[in-house]
């Protein structure tokens, strides 16, 4: 099984073909721009035998909201789970802003920006959990980049 990684860095031109459902976030750094440190699901593979599980073509990326503004959030800190992303919604307002909410099992993030980025920064791996563990994804980063090296992955095919 292989997969064909089209394209590295993606754009809000792309957000129609993009979903986050159950991507992992482990990092997050607020300045002018909201950067995380996030697993990509780039594929879901349905099993071909029932009772068998999913697999995921997976792959860290950082995901970089430019110049954010209006930033709202609520989140219940209680919870130890890791936090991952149910979706995120793009809604532009009569003023012709791009309100953006990151939807979460532990709260929602509400801001605006023109604009985002997501870089895929190692190349993907198939697996059987959508989560990259600690070791294989050589810990967090919100790095700008889409050649990082990793030689804690392994590459194993199913």
Avoid at 28 to 37: F, G, K, N
């Amino acid at each position: 099984m292989t997969y064909e990684l089209k394209k590295r860095i993606w754009t809000e031109a792309d957000f129609d073909r993009m979903g986050w459902h159950d991507c992992t976030i482990y990092k997050v750094r607020l300045a002018e721009d909201l950067e995380m440190d996030i697993d990509y699901i780039l594929q879901w593979n349905e099993p071909e035998t029932d009772g068998f599980p999913f697999t995921y073509w997976v792959s860290p990326a950082t995901l970089v909201f430019k110049k954010i503004k209006d930033l709202s959030f609520e989140f219940d800190a209680t919870s130890m789970e890791p936090i991952e992303i149910e979706d995120i919604e793009q809604e532009i307002d009569d003023d012709g802003k791009t309100r953006w909410t990151i939807i979460t099992q532990q709260g929602d993030v509400e801001f605006t920006c023109e604009s985002f980025e997501q870089y895929i920064r190692q190349e993907p791996f198939c697996q059987l959990s959508p989560a990259i563990s600690m070791r294989e994804r050589n810990g967090f980063s919100l790095e700008r980049t889409t050649n990082q090296a990793n030689p804690q992955r392994l590459n194993i095919n199913f």
